[in-house]
């Protein structure tokens, strides 16, 4: 079965750059949620998408900023990064209105230097 | 907002023996509950979900049980095998649309002794 997609799997920028990840759900599915994962912690919520539109908001720094296309796929653009900005970038998808579960892409690793 | 606290923190049984994780929450008005598996570097892996209506569910050798009274669920392995190894987080969250955020617990790092 497809799965989510996400790109790149390996990022490393110097502080002050800028990087793109990118999410490409589940064929179908129509919620977006991105999370940020700290060595040896739990993902934080960042930001969700239902339907091209934000539905909720997280810890997500204002230098941060993300959005849904037409295709359901989503991109999170950071800025400015920071050397703690260094994590996993997970993106989950969900089905939709009526669906609970959430299932994770591979995740992107930024590493800021 | 809600809060999820998970115990214990580390967790080494022996093969074959059965492995218990426990969460609270503090938001009644959640009523989704996930548990994730997570290797080294990568993604959390659904293993099983228990809705608010049910009070328990069983997959094979995993199992959730869920006390709404004492917002707590709990998380049962039985007949433990080496590739259980792994951190498991359970979460929680709502269904109602705008809040279907995972809060997640900190994490139960599972080491199966062979």
């Known amino acids: 079965a497809a799965g989510v997609i996400q790109s790149p799997r390996h990022l490393i920028k110097e502080k002050r750059e800028t990087a793109t990840l990118k999410c490409y759900p589940i064929p179908r599915h129509d919620t977006v949620y991105w999370y940020q994962q700290g060595p040896g912690q739990d993902p934080q919520f960042l930001i969700s998408?239902?339907?091209?539109?934000?539905?909720d908001k997280g810890s997500i720094p204002d230098r941060f900023s993300a959005q849904q296309f037409s295709d359901y796929h989503s991109e999170l653009n950071m800025s400015s990064l920071e050397l703690g900005d260094s994590a996993l970038y997970f993106c989950?998808?969900?089905?939709?209105?009526?669906?609970?579960?959430?299932?994770f892409g591979p995740g992107t690793r930024l590493t800021v230097t | 907002g809600e809060n999820v606290e998970q115990h214990p923190s580390t967790l080494s049984v022996q093969e074959g023996d059965s492995a218990v994780i426990k969460c609270t929450y503090s938001?009644?008005?959640?009523?989704?509950f996930p548990w994730y598996k997570q290797e080294l570097g990568k993604r959390p892996q659904l293993i099983i979900d228990?809705?608010?209506?049910?009070g328990e569910k069983k997959d094979q050798r995993i199992a959730v049980t869920l006390n709404k009274t004492a917002k707590h669920f709990s998380l049962h392995i039985t007949e433990t095998q080496p590739e259980d190894s792994a951190v498991y987080f359970c979460?929680?969250?709502?269904?109602?649309?705008?809040?279907?955020?995972?809060?997640f617990g900190t994490g139960t790092r599972l080491t199966i002794i062979p």
């Open positions: 989950a998808s969900r089905a939709g209105t009526g669906y609970y579960e959430q299932y």
């Open positions: 938001d009644s008005a959640s009523n989704y």
């Open positions: 979460a929680a969250s709502k269904s109602d649309f705008g809040n279907e955020k995972l809060t």
């Open positions: 998408f239902y339907e091209k539109m934000q539905s």
């Open positions: 228990i809705r608010s209506n049910v």
